[in-house]
């Protein structure tokens, strides 16, 4: 198959919508502002599916369920053929091993395997090689952390094919705004998931709430959905104060969400690029979260927000406490984070990057 466009194909299974599908949604129609094709391949009915095609992407609505589906690949290996997209980004392994292995049969020449979260490859297996060395012309990583973890499970990976890829922010839509003048919040942002740090951020909460001290209201906001919303439920409303928390749900409005903080916590055991994060910082918000993964690429302890020990709930408390009683402090940490993510994270670079490597070499 000759490739007669620079059409950019997005592959991604999950039947969510977090952190990497936002990121792929908003990064497609950024490329597709700056004159680039833009395709989608889904499972028909899920969010990305659904939002790509209300914001006009071409998408195709395929489950990829389990390896070597001949149907699967059947599937698409004709969207590729009819589509004759110049590149295929890969959310998961699983992806890579339909949608890299159908874009090689039918021609596409750049096949990129993105690495979401900081956590090792299952390298014993023989097969990954395979998919990671042949199927896959390159890997996208998200974040040092990513890499290294990567690069320290796999070693039989060719490093000129690993391509650190910050995901980035848009710095025109996350900008700040005055701090909140009501009562002080505490905010945290992302799937309602166990590695999240869920469970120490709600043992945070009780013990900042239970301090006899001059914090005699606040509040916590939760956005997102996941398998920890039925326990979040019953922990609020087990609390003495239940009101104080608030489980928003999927919440689109983000810049507005950051607007309505003093300070964001995201205590995961680990992460991928940590995308919450750096959007509340381009935001001018501070950011308290665990010392780990991409974390201390992105905050700065002391500067723009609080790194702790992970499984550390009293050590959380202590920060989000010292930022809810000290606006000036939350301020001065919050310009610092912003100052960082336009000095190092800007999304249009990000975008650049993106570009150049989605595109054949020696294409105009």
Known sequence: MSVE?????????????????????????????RGRTVHFVAPPGSPLLERARAAGFHVAGIDIRFDASPFTLARLWTEFRH?????????RLKDLKAAGVAGALAGVPIRLYSRESDFPLR?????????LNKVATGLLVNSDATRRTTLASAPWLDLARVHTLLKGVDLLTFQPT???????????AGQLS?????????????????RNDALPAARLLIAGQG????ELCRWRDGLSAPAEVELLGQV??????????????????????????????????????????????LVSDGSSGRLVPIDRPDLVADALHAYLVDPDLAAVHGAAGRAAMVAGHDREQTLD????????????
């Open 252 to 297: 689109d409005a983000m810049p507005a969400f950051y607007a309505s903080l003093d300070v964001l916590a995201l205590p995961s055991r680990y992460e991928g690029y940590g995308l919450t994060a750096a959007e509340a910082l381009a935001c001018g918000r501070p950011v308290v979260a665990c010392d780990t993964s991409s974390m201390p690429e």
């Open 194 to 210: 166990e590695r999240k740090g869920l469970t120490t951020l709600m043992k945070a909460w009780e013990t900042l709430r239970t």
């Open 353 to 364: 990057q993106l570009d150049a490597l989605t595109t054949p070499k020696g294409s105009s």
């Open 123 to 131: 390298s014993t297996r023989p097969y990954y090689r395979w998919y």
């Open 178 to 188: 005055p701090r909140n003048a009501g009562i002080p919040t505490v905010g945290f």
């Open 227 to 230: 398998e920890l919303r039925e």
């Open 5 to 33: 466009n620079h059409t950019l194909c997005f592959v991604n299974g999950m039947h969510l919508y977090a952190g990497a599908e936002v990121w792929m949604l908003e990064a497609a129609t950024s490329l597709r502002d």
């Open 83 to 91: 589509t004759r997209p110049a590149a295929v980004v890969c959310n």
